[in-house]
């Protein structure tokens, strides 16, 4: 399974030397650490719909909670730096989102059912500080997460491991108990007018990830009807669990904008003037 997940780094299009120069390793680490991250959360929407999983508070929170205890399941190396790092990664998209100039129908929206973007760049960040606060001390300094915050994170981080444990324990499908439904995973053919389109789509195929998620959840839970994992073109950068329908959409779109968010890291590291330069376009997964 992680091995299958690491040739994320092939699936987008961007991976190995010959496929893109201009992506750098942190560029590209950003890149399949957030894609694996949206996908992880949509699938906490899809287990908590297709379980009936009982959520208390916002559904949008408990299904980033999910994605990020999802990615230590998958991962399992907590105390290795580069997954760390990942986690970072996954934060700092957050902060990149909050902090990219935005067009008027994207503004703060007080109504609606995600926290705001500098909210859940800092809970995710409490959580990666909160996993290890003894590692992960220097998260707080990359951050800037406030010590008023980070005095709970610790706590924080075991309440959704707790949710989390729970739901396998009481769900998971046992042993002797029969196969639910699978999840079919479909490539739509993308858009000429992505960048690449055609190699972005033979490389997702090739890596075999979105499969390997897709299974990993059939065979771990049981599932009680067909369900879709698609990869399709949006017409803009998103990401969701349609419950009606039982489809997972994920955006060829969502992988270009990360591509053009990770360029925008060195500004964001090294303390460069917020928000410059930074793509107007994203989704809100
Ligand atoms: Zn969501």
Same mark, same amino acid.
């Given at each position: 399974?992680?091995?299958?997940?690491?040739?994320?780094?092939?699936?987008?299009?961007?991976?190995?030397?010959?496929?893109?120069?201009?992506?750098?390793?942190?560029?590209?680490?950003?890149?399949?650490?957030?894609?694996?991250?949206?996908?992880?959360?949509?699938?906490?929407?899809?287990?908590?719909?297709?379980?009936?999983?009982?959520?208390?508070?916002?559904?949008?929170?408990?299904?980033?909670?999910?994605?990020?205890? !999802?990615?230590? +399941? /998958?991962? #399992?190396?907590?105390?290795?730096?580069?997954?760390? =790092?990942?986690?970072?990664?996954? *934060? $700092?998209?957050?902060?990149?989102?909050?902090?990219?100039?935005?067009?008027?129908?994207?503004?703060?929206?007080?109504?609606?059912?995600?926290?705001?973007?500098?909210?859940?760049?800092?809970?995710?960040?409490?959580?990666?500080?909160?996993?290890?606060?003894?590692?992960?001390?220097?998260?707080?300094?990359?951050?800037?997460?406030?010590?008023?915050?980070?005095?709970?994170?610790?706590?924080?981080?075991?309440?959704?491991?707790?949710?989390?444990?729970?739901?396998?324990?009481?769900?998971?499908?046992?042993?002797?108990?029969?196969?639910?439904?699978?999840?079919?995973?479909?490539?739509?053919?993308?858009?000429?007018?992505?960048?690449? !389109?055609?190699? +972005? /789509?033979? #490389?997702?195929?090739?890596?075999?990830?979105?499969? =390997?998620?897709?299974?990993?959840? *059939? $065979?771990?839970?049981?599932?009680?009807?067909?369900?879709?994992?698609?990869?399709?073109?949006?017409?803009?950068?998103?990401?969701?669990?349609?419950?009606?329908?039982?489809?997972?959409?994920?955006?060829?779109?969502?992988?270009?904008?990360?591509?053009?968010?990770?360029?925008?890291?060195?500004?964001?590291?090294?303390?460069?003037?917020?928000?410059?330069?930074?793509?107007?376009?994203?989704?809100?997964?």
């Amino acid at each position: 399974m992680i091995a299958r997940l690491c040739a994320l780094l092939l699936c987008l299009g961007i991976g190995g030397a010959q496929a893109d120069s201009s992506l750098n390793e942190d560029e590209l680490r950003f890149v399949t650490a957030n894609a694996e991250f949206t996908l992880l959360h949509e699938m906490g929407h899809l287990l908590i719909h297709e379980l009936q999983l009982p959520v208390l508070g916002r559904e949008e929170d408990a299904a980033d909670q999910l994605g990020f205890i !999802g990615l230590f +399941l /998958l991962y #399992r190396r907590q105390d290795d730096p580069a997954f760390a =790092a990942r986690l970072l990664d996954v *934060a $700092d998209y957050w902060r990149l989102e909050w902090q990219r100039p935005k067009p008027a129908r994207e503004q703060v929206r007080e109504w609606d059912s995600h926290a705001l973007d500098a909210q859940r760049f800092y809970t995710i960040a409490c959580l990666a500080y909160g996993s290890d606060p003894a590692q992960m001390e220097w998260i707080i300094q990359a951050t800037g997460l406030p010590e008023e915050r980070a005095f709970y994170c610790d706590q924080e981080y075991a309440q959704a491991l707790h949710a989390v444990n729970w739901l396998k324990e009481h769900f998971r499908r046992k042993p002797g108990e029969p196969m639910g439904e699978r999840i079919e995973v479909i490539y739509d053919a993308p858009s000429y007018a992505l960048e690449d !389109g055609e190699q +972005l /789509l033979a #490389r997702i195929r090739a890596s075999g990830e979105l499969e =390997a998620v897709a299974s990993k959840a *059939a $065979d771990t839970f049981a599932l009680p009807r067909p369900l879709v994992l698609r990869m399709t073109n949006c017409g803009a950068p998103d990401a969701w669990y349609d419950h009606r329908a039982g489809e997972l959409t994920l955006c060829y779109e969502h992988l270009e904008h990360l591509r053009r968010l990770a360029a925008q890291l060195p500004h964001l590291r090294n303390g460069a003037e917020q928000g410059r330069a930074l793509p107007a376009q994203g989704g809100r997964q």
